[in-house]
């Protein structure tokens, strides 16, 4: 037999991770979110190295020490001084754990929504009529929604009438989001299709209200990032904070993504820019202080009951004020 090559002591399978089946990023949307803003498994892949940092260490030295330890024996000390280099870079080429892949694997599916870019408008403050007539709001639903007049009639007018504060039009759907992603900003998605039983809702983000309805329907879409986004990231989150539901909630809205482009366009989405503000506030906030017109009543401090018309709760410090 050939004498043995220090390859020869470098075990066929490696393993420099340990995933347990109980981690996973159900409790981490934001670093989802984070992910489908860039289109890329990047800001995850950097959180994950600092949280198996330790993990792979340790477990990278364990191989060596037993590597050492066989190669002594045989008399080859000096071999494994010249080539421990070389060791390590065979060991990471043989391990076979992806912590990323793991925790993706591990995770339940998240609350997603794709915006159709559609503003509705809601009742104007201490009137009985909307900024717009019911029937400009439905001919807005229907035509973001490939509708015919009088497809899904009752459907919508249920889903403006229990909508008062109006909002943005969105479709609902659940995802394991590294499916939503690419991986290359050149060459993104070029649509989007939703079928089944799809979830489309009125949401205010702003003022924490809306309404949804599901309608037996398939649409395809235009792929827009920028009106794509995890539910819970986007305060008020309408599942979590608005209505309180279950993460299956939107089950029914089946969807899949496409690399053929469609002629038509897709209007950008608020959100983005709701995303900024949110964040300026949130800043302001953990620098101690707060900001007019932050309807968050958690990034405010002492605030009060007024208990005399308009009633309401007022932030001694900034002046916001929530009226009942």
Known sequence: ?????????????????????NENLDSREDLQERCIRRNSLHPLEEQVWEWYAEQEHDNLQG?????RKAMEADGKADEYARNEEGIKDLLYERNSIDPTDELIDNSAVTNMFYSLGVEIEGYVYGSNARKESEAISLRKIRRALKLK?????????????????????????NAIFSRLLTGDTGNDFKRIRFYGDVIVAIADSRNGAGYHVRLPTDITLPFCRDNLFTDSQVHYSYANEICGMLNSWCDSTRWETGMKPLKSTMRKSRMSEHQKQEALYEKRFREGGC???????????????I??????????HCGTFWID
């Open 1 to 21: 037999m050939p004498p043995k090559s220090w390859k020869d002591y470098v075990p066929r399978y490696v393993s420099l991770y340990y995933v347990d089946y």
């Open 63 to 67: 191989y060596l020490a037993d590597i």
């Open 149 to 173: 007049k009088g497809q899904f009639a009752d459907e919508l007018h249920e889903l403006l009438a229990n909508a008062p504060y109006g909002g943005e039009l969105r479709i609902y759907f």
């Open 291 to 305: 900001t007019l017109g932050d309807m968050n009543h958690k990034r405010h401090r002492n605030t009060y009951y």
């Open 307 to 316: 208990n005399s018309f308009p009633c309401g709760t007022k932030c001694p």
